[in-house]
Nanobody, 127 residues
Framework: EVHLEESGGGSVQTGGSLSLSCTAS????????MGWFRQAPGKAREAVAT????????YFADSVKGRFSISLDNAKTTVYLQMTSLKSEDAATYYC????????????????????RGKGTQVTVSS
């Protein structure tokens, strides 16, 4: 059974930084797609960033490019999301997700559609 444990999040002022982390257990493949998506009240769910555990290929939503980064620990079971220059529109519940396998450049879509996910962590950005 795959389990994802998220940590981080919280409240920050506009322009500030936050880090999220997520540790996965139970993944059996060595090539996995991991990442984060977010959802704010009244808004569509959005894939924020993804990374492949085997080759480190990443994806970032246009809305976060240049501000967010994603990385893995050496064991490739913990994924980090470093968020900088936070804006009010970044406020949302952030969910960690993981999916075994390779999905080309559609990892971000596959994660949302059928990835294992964590319980979510709240990010609040205030002015």
């Amino acid at each position: 059974e795959v389990h994802l444990e998220e940590s981080g999040g919280g409240s920050v002022q506009t322009g500030g930084s936050l880090s999220l982390s997520c540790t996965a257990s139970g993944l059996t493949y060595t090539y996995n797609c991991m990442g984060w998506f977010r959802q704010a009240p009244g808004k569509a769910r959005e894939a924020v960033a993804t990374i492949y555990t085997d080759d480190g290929n990443t994806y970032f939503a246009d809305s976060v490019k240049g501000r967010f980064s994603i990385s893995l620990d050496n064991a490739k079971t913990t994924v980090y999301l470093q968020m900088t220059s936070l804006k009010s529109e970044d406020a949302a519940t952030y969910y960690c997700a993981a999916l075994e396998g390779y999905f080309g450049n559609t990892c971000h879509l596959a994660l949302q559609e059928r990835g294992y996910r964590g319980k979510g962590t709240q990010v609040t950005v205030s002015s």
